[in-house]
């Protein structure tokens, strides 16, 4: 995706001047082969924060209300984006995020399911866990912290240990429960620990 490459050298670049963007736990994303990125979501900004800090083509799925001009229906897949249409089970959705996943690419989600509006940590969805069963994939937590979208803001990505789930072609849910309670420990964790939280 030539097209992502270049909007990824230019966007990091650009953020530069405005924020200062601390990564740590890189060694924690694969270079190669599956995984998902977990992270909890304040900003518009997230997803593109995340892309920047990864240097593989990062998948999000993009809310259907993104894509009502013909500039962002030509732009959002060429920068990999799945249309998703929320509210409902979009089984087209589930189906090429799968594909992605399967192909051995890296992808994002925020098991939030939206920005959360006072800062907390809100409850996870059991998406995440979901897609991890099913593809037999790594959910790998991360945080940001500090401003994101301030100009001048500090802003950190933090990256955790992932976790690997076992292979189901029918996820249970008890498990799913398991690996999302799991998932949002540790997202909480990385969001903490330099502050003492």
Same mark, same amino acid.
């Given at each position: #995706? !030539?097209?992502?490459?270049?909007?990824?050298?230019?966007?990091?670049?650009?953020?530069?001047?405005?924020?200062?963007?601390?990564?740590?736990?890189?060694?924690?994303?694969?270079?190669? @082969?599956?995984?998902?990125?977990?992270?909890?979501?304040?900003?518009?900004?997230?997803?593109?924060?995340?892309?920047?800090?990864? *240097?593989?083509?990062?998948?999000? =799925? /993009?809310?259907?209300?993104?894509?009502?001009?013909?500039? #962002?229906? !030509?732009?959002?897949?060429?920068?990999?984006?799945?249309?998703?249409?929320?509210?409902?089970? *979009?089984?087209? /959705?589930?189906?090429?995020?799968?594909?992605?996943?399967?192909?051995? *690419?890296?992808?994002?989600?925020?098991?939030? @399911?939206?920005?959360? &509006? *006072?800062?907390?940590?809100?409850?996870?969805?059991? @998406?995440?866990?979901?897609?991890?069963?099913?593809?037999? %994939? $790594?959910?790998?937590?991360?945080?940001?912290?500090?401003?994101? @979208?301030?100009? &001048?803001?500090?802003?950190?990505?933090?990256?955790?240990?992932?976790? %690997?789930?076992?292979?189901?072609?029918? $996820?249970?849910?008890?498990?799913?429960?398991?690996?999302?309670?799991?998932? =949002?420990?540790?997202? %909480?964790?990385?969001?903490?620990?330099?502050?003492?939280?």
């Amino acid at each position: #995706m !030539w097209l992502y490459r270049l909007c990824h050298k230019t966007i990091r670049g650009l953020l530069s001047l405005f924020w200062r963007i601390d990564i740590s736990g890189l060694e924690h994303v694969p270079d190669t @082969g599956g995984g998902i990125i977990c992270s909890n979501h304040k900003s518009t900004w997230d997803p593109v924060v995340l892309a920047i800090s990864v *240097d593989r083509t990062l998948h999000f =799925m /993009a809310k259907e209300e993104l894509y009502r001009t013909a500039f #962002m229906r !030509w732009l959002l897949p060429q920068l990999g984006a799945v249309r998703v249409k929320r509210g409902l089970t *979009d089984r087209r /959705a589930i189906r090429e995020y799968l594909a992605y996943l399967n192909a051995g *690419d890296l992808c994002g989600i925020f098991p939030e @399911g939206t920005r959360s &509006r *006072d800062g907390e940590l809100h409850d996870f969805y059991q @998406g995440a866990a979901y897609f991890a069963l099913k593809s037999g %994939q $790594p959910l790998i937590p991360a945080a940001l912290v500090g401003e994101v @979208g301030r100009v &001048r803001s500090h802003v950190q990505v933090r990256f955790g240990t992932a976790v %690997q789930p076992p292979h189901q072609d029918n $996820p249970e849910r008890e498990t799913m429960e398991i690996l999302t309670r799991r998932l =949002m420990e540790s997202v %909480q964790a990385l969001q903490g620990y330099e502050n003492g939280n």
